[in-house]
């Protein structure tokens, strides 16, 4: 009956389909998907009801409301510089970088308004009473030690807050433009002190290079000198022997001959000749080469004979 009078009237037709996409609009409107590494704050008219997780929920109209989205994921905040002072009354420029991660999504939207804002403030005033307990020399060598108080010290404030501080860095240190100068001179200063210390070192090097060289040089050469007359003894050596055997081989044959005395008497003669060639002024003339040399010369007188 109630479709038949809708059917004969075009008005609530209309109105009927306005009121159908308008629910189904609402309807649409209140399913809400978390993504992943997300949390989404849930209020009930107006106070906290809930804490959504990845995956599909489904919202109460008009009653109630997605209050925040709070990413789990770990941020990087980077702060401008600060300035600071040591304890020795220097001031310099500090930029910090942190690394957090939210923990709790209910106490990072509840425990503290705008907590980014908040985390920059507690970082600097962390910073200033950091450096102000160090001189500068350990401030400019010391950023390990300040990283590891300063990630203490905010992980320790902000865990009210939900929030979690993992890593702190000091990214830049700056000093004073007449510490830069003083500091640059120092390390040109240094750097032409190693560069005399590397060329003395290369200078020393290379005389004691030379003078290892000559040193072998020298005792090569004397290696070869004596190599040398070694070698030259050896052959005199080799070469007597030689003689020494040629002369009893000679005196072997000449013994396994059996020579008359003629023979032995003539080759007295010819050594005496030989001996005579010489330079000696003085010769003393054996019996036996004597009477060899009367009886050439009676062999001479017969022959002309």
């Known amino acids: 009956m109630l479709l038949a009078v809708l059917a004969s009237s075009p008005l609530p037709v209309i109105l009927f389909v306005i009121l159908a996409i308008f629910v189904l609009i609402v309807l649409a409107s209140c399913v809400t998907i978390v993504p992943q590494a997300s949390a989404f704050i849930v209020e009930r008219l107006g106070a906290y009801s809930g804490t959504w997780e990845t995956g599909l929920h489904f919202r109460i109209p008009l ?9 789990l994921k770990e941020r990087v905040s980077d702060f401008p510089p600060q300035p600071v002072i040591t304890k020795d009354n220097v001031t310099m420029q500090i930029d910090t970088v942190i690394y957090f991660q939210v923990t709790d999504p209910k106490l990072f939207t509840y425990g503290v308004v705008h907590p980014m804002a908040a985390i920059e403030n507690l970082t600097a005033t962390t910073l200033r009473n950091i450096i102000g ?19 203490t010290i905010l992980d320790e404030a902000t865990d009210p807050w939900g929030i979690k501080i993992n890593r702190v860095e000091l990214k830049n240190i700056i000093p004073p433009k007449e510490i830069q100068d003083a500091m640059e001179r120092q390390m040109k200063a240094e750097r032409e002190r190693r560069e005399a210390i590397l060329r003395a070192e290369g ?33 005199e050596a080799e070469a007597l ?17 059996a020579p008359t005395d003629s023979v032995v008497k003539i080759k007295a003669l ?36």
């Open 63 to 71: 009653l109630e409301k997605v209050a925040n989205k709070v990413t």
């Open 241 to 257: 022997l030689k003689v020494q055997t040629a002369l009893a081989e000679g005196l072997k044959l000449l013994n396994d001959a």
């Open 133 to 151: 307990e160090l001189e500068l020399d350990q401030t400019l060598t010391s950023r390990d030690i300040i990283n590891t108080k300063m990630r």
């Open 270 to 305: 010819e050594a005496f000749a030989k001996a005579a060639d010489g330079k000696a002024t003085k010769i003393i003339i054996p019996s036996e080469i004597q009477g060899i040399a009367g009886l050439a010369a009676s062999a001479k007188e017969v022959f002309k004979d």
């Open 203 to 235: 200078e020393k090097r290379s005389a004691v290079l030379v003078a290892e060289g000559e040193k072998e040089a020298t005792i090569l050469r004397a290696d070869a000198s004596r190599l040398a007359k070694i070698a030259e003894a050896e052959g």
